[in-house]
């Protein structure tokens, strides 16, 4: 059985342009939640995204922004890049959404913004 | 943002010996989760608790969901040089699969 799949695993932007990273969750899995890995802020949730609906959105600006399509895969697209974005994106995925979840995740998308 | 209290941040220990690390919490979380990160990879599920006060293993692995659903431990066995990494607790509440993380910490084993 495949993994959570994410792409680009690695990316180099500049200050004020956009990104856009994909997740392919485990098939069967309808939950999709990100995370952003920093070393100063550790582990935080960005959003989720279960039936192409956003469930939960966590304490980000609005220029992170997610969807989901009708197959489960999402995509995150961060806008008007700062150099403080530069992070470890994760892509977490689980059967369904509820307090029963065992989230899986991905290796990552390492974006560097300069 | 919120971060669990967990602690030691850092441990050194020799192979063989024992590790125990714990989590706290000012909230109540329904689940607790125990991943383990490689460099370069993503965190990797090691332990899920459903229960106040349920104790579940997983090989050498062993941790407890408390009692009063705001802390949680995982302990080591045995531990050989494989064991390096970051382990980090999450702790999921009513929020859909938001997972609230620690700071993680940092084993290293002397072989």
């Known amino acids: 059985k495949a993994g959570v799949t994410q792409t680009p695993r690695y990316l180099i932007k500049t200050r004020g342009q956009q990104v856009t990273l994909s997740c392919s969750p485990i098939s069967g899995h309808r939950s999709v939640s990100w995370y952003q890995q920093t070393p100063g802020q550790g582990l935080q949730f960005l959003f989720e995204?279960?039936?192409?609906?956003?469930?939960n959105k966590g304490n980000f600006p609005g220029r992170f922004s997610g969807r989901q399509f009708s197959n489960s895969r999402s995509e995150m697209n961060v806008s008007t890049l700062e150099l403080g974005d530069s992070a470890l994106y994760l892509c977490a995925s689980s059967f369904r959404t509820g307090w029963t979840g065992e989230l899986f995740f991905g290796e990552g998308s390492r974006l560097t913004v300069l | 943002g919120q971060q669990l209290n967990q602690s030691p941040q850092s441990m050194f220990i020799q192979e063989g010996e024992d590790v125990s690390m714990n989590c706290t919490s000012s909230s109540i979380f329904n689940t607790w989760l125990w991943y383990k990160q490689d460099p370069g990879e993503g965190p990797v599920l090691l332990i899920a608790l459903y229960k106040a006060g349920e104790l579940t293993s997983n090989g050498r692995l062993t941790a407890q969901f408390g009692i009063t659903r705001k802390d949680s431990f995982l302990n080591i066995s045995a531990s050989i040089p494989s064991d390096v990494g970051i382990y980090f607790c999450?702790?999921?509440?009513?929020?859909?699969?938001?997972?609230?993380f620690g700071g993680g910490t940092r084993l290293m084993v002397k072989p």
């Open positions: 999450a702790g999921q509440g009513n929020a859909g699969n938001m997972l609230t």
């Open positions: 995204y279960f039936s192409e609906t956003q469930r």
